[in-house]
């Protein structure tokens, strides 16, 4: 029995140390219809909730969600943010309702959120949940009939170079880090109960198309492209004055190192004469000297995140370019039908 006991708790200590990589995160269809309801009514202001769930080995189950209040002024929610979701897990406590955080929801606009706010947030949630996700959900999607919904977690490596605070060149070649690297997507499940299921069987109509088939079908999506490349070029101006702190950085670096040869050709021959006068030559470094001040580098995150919007819209850009091909043509073959 005692040895029983002793490979249980084993088995237990195994477990928490090493916990099995997560691999689709399930969640109930009424946590996604909260979800999309708060960021519809809301829209285009974006709004956040609170994830509510259970961790069970490779699967983060999301059973239920509550929205953050909408505040004009940050002080006001930086003072009462703590306050509201403590109030509100003890209300969900009370009821018998999961009130576990594995994670939180947001809106975005065409894709537009890989940002520092987002890794900071995740880095503040990593320092209680070790495995959260985020899931975004996009608004301005659900009029081309899709259901735009990622979760979305930071990879271990990132977060381990995000700790360390060294986003340098060669740091990052060391690690043979690239953008691609920063954040990871779960695929998600949506699950409901037997019951839900039956109903919703029971809600269906006899016709066998839907309103989101009408609207997949549309051909003009003008507004959803011109709002893609506003916020495409916008990207690309911001990586521009990215690539120009760098070339600045090279710049004064090269400088400094021509001024650094410069000086130490003096001092060599400064030493030489030194020597032939008997005298003791000095030292061919100088800290004190502004010119051997190391230059700091600039951080590589922010041009990172830049490329990963400026790939999103791209994508974005060409599977609704593709999407609209398909249609013309479609249309294109029933006309001469």
């Known amino acids: 029995m005692a040895t029983m006991a002793r490979s249980f708790l084993q088995a237990i200590s195994k477990d928490e140390v090493v916990a099995p990589p997560l691999r689709v995160v399930q969640i109930e269809g009424l946590a996604v ?27 983060l189950e999301v059973t239920n969600c509550f929205p953050f209040p909408v505040r004009d002024d940050e002080e006001e929610i930086e003072a009462d943010g703590a306050n509201y979701q403590l109030e509100m897990m003890r209300c969900l406590r009370e009821v018998n309702v999961d009130n576990n955080t594995v994670g939180w929801y947001q809106s975005t606009v065409l894709g537009s959120y890989q940002t ?26 659900a009029d081309l009939g899709v259901l735009a919904l990622k979760a979305l977690k930071l990879s271990d490596s990132f977060m381990e170079l995000y700790r360390g605070g060294n986003f340098t060149g060669e740091k990052l070649r060391e690690k043979n880090f690239s953008w691609m690297g920063i954040f990871e997507e779960i695929p998600i499940k949506v699950s409901n109960s037997a019951l839900v299921s039956a109903f ?26 011109e709002n893609n490349m506003e ?35 003096k001092r060599r021959t400064e030493n030489m004469a030194r020597k032939s006068a008997g005298e003791e030559p000095l030292p061919e470094e100088d800290p004190s000297n502004p010119i051997f001040k190391p230059i700091p580098e600039p951080s590589r995150l922010e041009s990172f995140l830049i490329t990963n919007q400026v790939s999103n819209f791209c994508g974005q850009i060409n599977g609704v370019a593709g999407q609209n091909f398909s249609r013309l043509y479609l249309t294109k073959a029933l006309h001469e039908n």
């Open 231 to 265: 916020f495409l070029i916008k990207c690309m101006d911001d990586l521009s004055m990215e690539q120009q702190k760098f070339q600045y950085y090279y710049r004064n670096l090269s400088r400094q190192q021509a001024q650094q040869q410069a000086w130490l050709q």
């Open 200 to 225: 919703m069987t029971e809600l269906e109509t006899d016709t066998p198309v839907s309103q989101g088939d009408y609207d997949r079908l549309h051909s003009s999506t003008t507004p959803f492209l």
């Open 116 to 141: 520092v706010e987002l890794i900071e947030t995740f880095m503040n949630y990593q320092e209680n949940i070790k495995r959260c996700v985020c899931i975004i959900y996009d608004p301005s999607k």
């Open 33 to 59: 219809l909260k979800i999309i309801k708060h960021c519809k009514e809301f829209a285009p202001t974006l709004v956040t909730g609170q994830l509510l769930g259970l961790d069970v080995g490779s699967v």
